[in-house]
């Protein structure tokens, strides 16, 4: 009896291009290199610093032709595809407001049709300009995960909070006579009870609350894209500013988890 064993192969490319149009061209002689020999699922994707149409582009000079000529030719000899996106077309911004403002779509995903009838349903998502010029991109391969109920979890960045010794002052105690560890019991789980109750109030969930702000984040990012005023660029850095509050607890909430905090 023989035992056959299915493996699944894919090439994944990160690219960071040159600001130069001389220096891509090395880019682009190693992704020709690489195309020819490649027979597997090849996702290429990441910061191309060049734009494929003038639709993709606000503001500044015109882009060279010979720049998007020799982009766009790599990728069709490559047979290489854009996934689309979901979201704001321009991935970057120069930082700038109202007649210096540039946006530009210099950041995307490309793939093989190997590689998209492996994943039907991929799915590429601009998320906000967040602490860079640049905005983060988010591919989802529609693949099935299964939902965990959520268990009490202490938190360290609980402790940073100026409420949080109120909390635990307020639950550490007990209104009945018992012996030692039955008091201890009924404590925890009062105190446990307690900062589930403070942390729902305090910080909600912050998971949800990220994804909602991410939402509010693009609405003001679409306003200033099309009214690049100081106005518009005030209230965009507003809501960034609380987006990164959330994010930094999230990033401490991961590093707990993976027991590195």
Request: aromatic share 12%.
């Amino acid at each position: 009896m023989t035992h056959t064993e299915t493996r699944i192969v894919q090439n994944v490319t990160l690219v960071y291009a040159k600001c130069d149009a001389i220096e891509r061209i090395e880019l682009w002689d190693s992704l020709y290199a690489m195309a020819a020999d490649m027979d597997v699922p090849w996702l290429v994707g990441g910061d191309f610093n060049i734009i494929w149409d003038d639709e993709e582009k606000f503001g500044g000079r015109p882009v060279t032709l010979n720049e998007v000529d020799d982009f766009r030719h790599c990728m069709n000899t490559c047979n290489l595809f854009d996934l689309g996106f979901k979201g704001s077309i321009y991935t970057w911004w120069n930082g700038r407001a109202e007649e210096d403002c540039i946006f530009k779509r210099l950041d995307r995903c490309m793939a093989n049709i190997d590689f998209q009838q492996m994943f039907p349903g991929i799915e590429v998502t601009h998320l906000p300009k967040t602490g860079s010029d640049h905005c983060p991109m988010l591919l989802k391969c529609n693949l099935e995960s299964t939902v965990i109920k959520k268990s009490f979890r202490f938190l360290n960045f609980w402790t940073k909070h100026p409420t949080f010794k109120d909390v635990v002052n307020e639950n550490w105690n007990a209104d009945f006579e018992a012996n030692p560890f039955t008091l201890f019991n009924h404590k925890m789980k009062k105190v446990k009870k307690g900062l589930s109750q403070w942390s729902k109030s305090t910080y909600g969930d912050i998971f949800k609350k990220i994804s909602s702000l991410e939402e509010v984040v693009k609405v003001h990012e679409a306003q200033f894209e099309i009214n690049p005023t100081r106005a518009n660029r005030e209230r965009l850095c507003k809501v960034q500013a609380q987006l990164i509050k959330f994010l930094a607890l999230e990033e401490q909430f991961w590093k707990q988890k993976a027991g590195m905090a």
